[in-house]
T-cell receptor
């Protein structure tokens, strides 16, 4: 069964350092999402791509976060510099054009900023 | 901001019992979805109910939607230890807007 892949699974970094997360969606899925989930909360959308274009990045803290999906396939989310408050689970999800409502999530990257 | 609010925040039941979780939301929706998240993992899509539907079933899951009360419930029948997880409702406002997730209900099923 096809899955969304994410790496790394865990990342510990010091504040002010740069960190990057990678996501490979299910093959053929046009829409890709990055979410941030703080412990005990539901996921909150950071950025949504349709193919290689950003559809929604209204909740992305653009002074320190960036995201790209250059060829419309895999995607990278970067934080520079990391802050203590960025400690969270970063989830990637994808969906197809036909079943846009059903999102498939990857296992997530647990980020700890010290 | 989170539109959905799940209730209760935590629920502990014995294996074999039924578990009911509720979700309330604030604005009109296009559809409402339920997701499950095992500890430290990604979310798994369980079921979607459209705004013109009142009830939907999938295996041991039963979802109801009351748009007049802006609320939904998820019933898991004959629960198993493997059902232990957090359950989130997510609302889709218009089909072109992002899903908005609630804070979730943490379900513990004790064997």
């Amino acid at each position: 069964e096809a899955e969304v892949a994410q790496s790394p699974r865990y990342k510990i970094t010091e504040k002010s350092q740069a960190v990057a997360f990678w996501c490979d969606p299910i093959s053929g899925h046009a829409t890709l999402y990055w979410y941030r989930q703080i412990l005990g909360q539901g996921p909150e959308l950071l950025v949504q791509f349709q193919d290689e274009s950003v559809v929604d990045d209204s909740q992305l803290p653009k002074d320190r976060f960036s995201a790209e999906r250059l060829k419309g396939v895999d995607s990278t989310l970067k934080i520079q510099p990391a802050e203590l408050g960025d400690s969270a689970m970063y989830l990637c999800a994808s969906s197809s054009r036909d079943l846009r409502y059903e999102q498939y999530f990857g296992p997530g990257t647990r980020l700890t900023v010290t | 901001s989170q539109q959905g609010e799940e209730d209760p925040q935590a629920l502990s039941i014995q294996e074999g019992e039924n578990a009911t979780m509720n979700c309330s939301y604030k604005t009109s929706i296009n559809n409402l979805q339920w997701y499950r998240q095992n500890s430290g993992r990604g979310l798994v899509h369980l079921i979607l109910i459209r705004s013109n539907e009142r009830e939907k079933h999938s295996g041991r899951l039963r979802v109801t939607l009351d748009t007049s009360k802006k609320s939904s419930s998820l019933l898991i029948t004959a629960s198993r230890a493997a059902d232990t997880a957090s359950y989130f409702c997510a609302t889709d406002l218009s089909g072109n807007t992002p899903l908005v997730f609630g804070k979730g209900t943490r379900l513990s099923v004790i064997a």
